[in-house]
T-cell receptor, first 119, second 115 residues
Framework: GAVVSQHPSRVICKSGTSVKIECRSLDFQATTMFWYRQFPKQSLMLMATSNEGSKATYEQGVEKDKFLINHASLTLSTLTVTSAHPEDSSFYIC???????????????FGPGTRLTVT | AQSVTQPDIHITVSEGASLELRCNYSYGATPYLFWYVQSPGQGLQLLLKYFSGDTLVQGIKGFEAEFKRSQSSFNLRKPSVHWSDAAEYFCAVGAARGGADGLTFGKGTHLIIQP
């Protein structure tokens, strides 16, 4: 149980284009999803928190107009990197927190990540 | 603001030897502490977590961790490592509000297993 998927696992896009990454909770409902960014050989940095049906909360220094997050349902959140540039190349990881009362509410379940390369 | 320090960037251990990975945290209230493992090409897997109660926590794959409030530490241990334990290990802290916030991760410790 508690599986989170991400699609695509790898994506290469040209500079200036936009790319969408999906994060799905497969066997549980996630009221809250988190998006992290991981640079090579570095830690995960929280980018934003999204709650189903409301606007995402972005961490300081993260451009909300560049990283658009939509959490339209209890099982799906999307991250769209708009007008991507080479410096946006990174490993993007999502996690999902189970809805309260569903067990493991304090635990985040992580997706396998998406490798974005902007050329 | 909360923070996590993993002082060791790399650790090399012989197969069968014991392991201890260090983690120190900074947080003003009761922390929720986690250890995750990340293998190449795979997502983060939770090894164990501490919320309250017994300060010695047992996890999966034979790992355990001990919460020491006086030292602000949550070190991960394993009595005998296997070659398959080679991976990146992350310590993380969450807010005492119960997981409503994202986690703050340490920089990770890369574990190398020598035959």
């Amino acid at each position: 149980g508690a599986v989170v998927s991400q699609h695509p696992s790898r994506v290469i896009c040209k500079s200036g284009t936009s790319v969408k990454i999906e994060c799905r909770s497969l066997d549980f409902q996630a009221t809250t999803m988190f998006w992290y960014r991981q640079f090579p050989k570095q830690s995960l940095m929280l980018m934003a928190t999204s709650n189903e049906g409301s606007k995402a909360t972005y961490e300081q220094g993260v451009e909300k107009d560049k990283f658009l997050i939509n959490h339209a349902s209890l099982t799906l959140s999307t991250l769209t990197v708009t007008s991507a540039h080479p410096e946006d190349s990174s490993f993007y990881i999502c996690s999902a927190r189970a809805a309260p009362g569903s067990g493991g509410a304090y635990e985040q379940y992580f997706g396998p990540g998406t490798r974005l390369t902007v050329t | 603001a909360q923070s996590v320090t993993q002082p060791d960037i790399h650790i090399t251990v012989s197969e069968g030897a014991s392991l201890e990975l260090r983690c120190n945290y900074s947080y003003g209230a009761t922390p929720y502490l986690f250890w995750y493992v990340q293998s190449p090409g795979q997502g983060l897997q939770l090894l164990l977590k501490y919320f309250s109660g017994d300060t010695l926590v047992q996890g999966i794959k034979g790992f355990e961790a001990e919460f020491k409030r006086s030292q602000s530490s949550f070190n991960l241990r394993k009595p005998s490592v296997h070659w398959s334990d080679a991976a990146e290990y992350f310590c993380a802290v969450g807010a005492a509000r119960g997981g409503a916030d994202g986690l703050t991760f340490g920089k990770g410790t890369h574990l190398i297993i020598q035959p």
